[in-house]
């Protein structure tokens, strides 16, 4: 699902919102625009795991006020989000620390994501149009790379004819202890 989210009173688009996602991210381009290029970040030791096992090196985290919706439903608060420097479709990944912060709900059925606020439950629709264009640069983005087939680097197994065969010696038994017990039908 991709929305627009007020980001330190940026409006962002592209903004992925992935509940299978342990981060929040936000790329180090997105950060140079909003003139936050020099702002002190806190240190990480922990590396980035991607879904494909690919391990990404993060710059650090930045804490940046994040708001969804309009008054008088509007909730901001402080989005510790992982700072990463490498081409992507999208702007911002909002993970599962920033959804369960906004305890925020997703409806994919809906195309909203909705949470809590003082006012009664907020909203924030996804941007359909925004999202096809993600899809599109990203599979333009993979095109361009060399295709590969499942397995392809994986060595050949040799196939084994063995198989389990039954002992010699055996007889068939009957679970039941007589025929005068009612059977299951």
């Keep these: ?89 999208y702007n911002v990944i909002l993970g599962r620390p920033g959804l369960n912060l906004f305890r925020a709900v997703i409806s994919t059925y809906h195309m909203k994501i909705k949470f809590p606020t003082e006012n009664g439950i907020g909203e924030v629709a996804c941007n359909q149009k925004e999202a096809r264009k993600c899809y599109k640069l990203w599979l333009k983005r993979e095109s361009g790379q060399k295709k590969r087939k499942v397995g392809e680097d994986a060595e050949p197994r040799p196939y084994e004819t063995e198989h389990m065969k039954p002992m010699t010696n055996t007889r068939l038994c009957s679970s039941y202890k007589t025929s005068k017990e009612k059977r299951p039908r």
Excluded: Q, W, Y
């Design 1 to 89: 699902m991709v929305i627009n989210l007020d980001i330190a009173n940026f409006t962002v688009h592209k903004v992925l919102v992935d509940s299978g996602s342990s981060a929040d991210i936000i790329f180090k381009s997105v950060v140079d625009k909003m003139g936050l290029e020099n702002a002190r970040l806190e240190p990480v030791k922990t590396p980035l795991i991607g879904f494909g096992g690919s391990e990404v090196a993060s710059l650090g985290v930045i804490g940046l006020p994040v708001s969804m919706d309009e008054e008088p439903k509007c909730k901001t608060l402080m989005v510790k989000f992982l700072v990463v420097d490498t081409p992507f479709a």
